[in-house]
Structure formats: structure tokens, C-alpha cells
T-cell receptor, first 115, second 111 residues
């Protein structure tokens, strides 16, 4: 199993550009979430999903859009990038039952710089 | 006030010392997580607790549900333990609605 994968690893955008951060997991996890990590602020929840077709907002959703058309994929879209969105983005997934219930699996992160 | 508070924020110790990192939370939880992040690296789950105590190698995690407090202990610390340790809580079962994090404890173990 590849676990949780994220692409790209690094990205530089100009203000106003749009892009999609990809997240995929091959563990058949129902729950997936996106976080951003900023110095002094820690990790904060952007959006989460409890299954295909179901998404909801977290603590800092403004400027981001998500969709979940399959169990495996949970892309995060930046509609019009702003310098305040410069951050490291992590995707995570977890299982709703079984021996790994509640255990969180994190992707390797995407480092985004918006100029 | 943050829902998850960690202390200390920074900790420098000598190799071999016993390390304790504390976490307090103010909300009802399904589980408490201890995570490790090396500089420039990804995030690894160390422990997930809903009660009692867990041990993995030199790492021990405890939780007191009544006092809403958890501790992470490292015995016989080693320079490779240098990392940021993050406490997080999940409020819904399975972490369905994501985690809430403390700001992390930056640990440096000097040889």
C-alpha cells in the first residue's frame, strides 16, 4: 500500500492563480481531511469528508474548495491564490471501524508559496 | 483559549534524560493522539488513546479523562528523538470531523 499520497511536493504560485492539491489514499478509508500548518499557529483544519459525496468546512475554509467524488481521492482547490495561503498542506485519512479505528494517517505534505 | 494546550513549547535536554510533555484539552473527545514531526518532515502517529496508558519502546503515553490531561514520556532520550511532538484530539468517532491540534513541543536532545 502506498498509504496517503500528496502531489505536488512543492509549488510556487502567483497571486490570483488557481491550482489543485491532490490527495489520494489506497486504504479504503472513509474519513479524509485537509490541514494547513503555519509557524506559531500549528495545524488547522480546512475541510473534511466522511465519505464520497460528503464534505464539510473546518476551522479555516475560506479560499479553498473541496470535492469527494471517490473514496480514494480528496483534492483541495485554491480558487484565487493569496500570499496568506503560503503554508504547508497536509492531507490525512482514517478508518471508521476495525483495528485501526481512529488512527490518523498523514500524507507527506505540499509546501506552497504564493508570491 | 485554545482547546488543546501543550507544555512546554520548547525543551532542550541531555541524552539519557527522562522527558515529559504535557497536553490539556477543554472539549469532549473520542480519542487523543500524539504525533511526531521531524524537521522538514511528515507527520507520524505515535499513539492514539481513549483511556489508560500505552507503551511503545521508549515512549509511554498516558491519559486522565476526568482531568482532561495527557502526558507523553520518553525514557533514555536519544538525539534521534529530537523532533516536534504534537498533541491532537478527535471529537467524533474515527476522527470523522478532523483533529484539533496543540501548537507542538519542540524537543532537542543534545549528545
Amino acid at each position: 500500500n502506498a498509504g496517503v499520497t500528496q502531489t505536488p511536493k512543492f509549488q510556487v504560485l502567483k497571486t490570483g492563480q488557481s491550482m489543485t492539491l491532490q490527495c489520494a489514499q489506497d486504504m479504503n478509508h472513509e474519513y479524509m481531511s485537509w490541514y494547513r500548518q503555519d509557524p506559531g499557529m500549528g495545524l488547522r483544519l480546512i475541510h473534511y469528508s466522511v465519505g464520497a459525496g460528503i464534505t464539510d468546512q473546518g476551522e479555516v475554509p475560506n479560499g479553498y474548495n473541496v470535492s469527494r467524488s471517490t473514496t480514494e481521492d480528496f483534492p483541495l482547490r485554491l480558487l484565487s491564490a493569496a500570499p496568506s495561503q503560503t503554508s504547508v498542506y497536509f492531507c490525512a485519512s482514517s478508518y471508521s471501524r476495525g483495528p485501526t479505528y481512529n488512527e490518523q494517517f498523514f500524507g507527506p505534505g505540499t509546501r506552497l508559496t504564493v508570491l | 483559549k485554545n482547546e488543546v494546550e501543550q507544555s512546554p513549547q520548547n525543551l532542550t535536554a541531555q541524552e539519557g534524560e527522562f522527558i515529559t510533555i504535557n497536553c490539556s484539552y477543554s472539549v469532549g473527545i473520542s480519542a487523543l493522539h500524539w504525533l511526531q514531526q521531524h524537521p522538514g518532515g511528515g507527520i507520524v502517529s505515535l499513539f492514539m488513546l481513549s483511556s489508560g496508558k500505552k507503551k511503545h519502546g521508549r515512549l509511554i503515553a498516558t491519559i486522565n479523562i476526568q482531568e482532561k490531561h495527557s502526558s507523553l514520556h520518553i525514557t533514555a532520550s536519544h538525539p534521534r528523538d529530537s523532533a516536534v511532538y504534537i498533541c491532537a484530539v478527535s471529537r467524533s468517532g474515527g476522527g470523522a470531523d478532523g483533529l484539533t491540534f496543540g501548537k507542538g513541543t519542540h524537543l532537542i536532545i543534545q549528545p
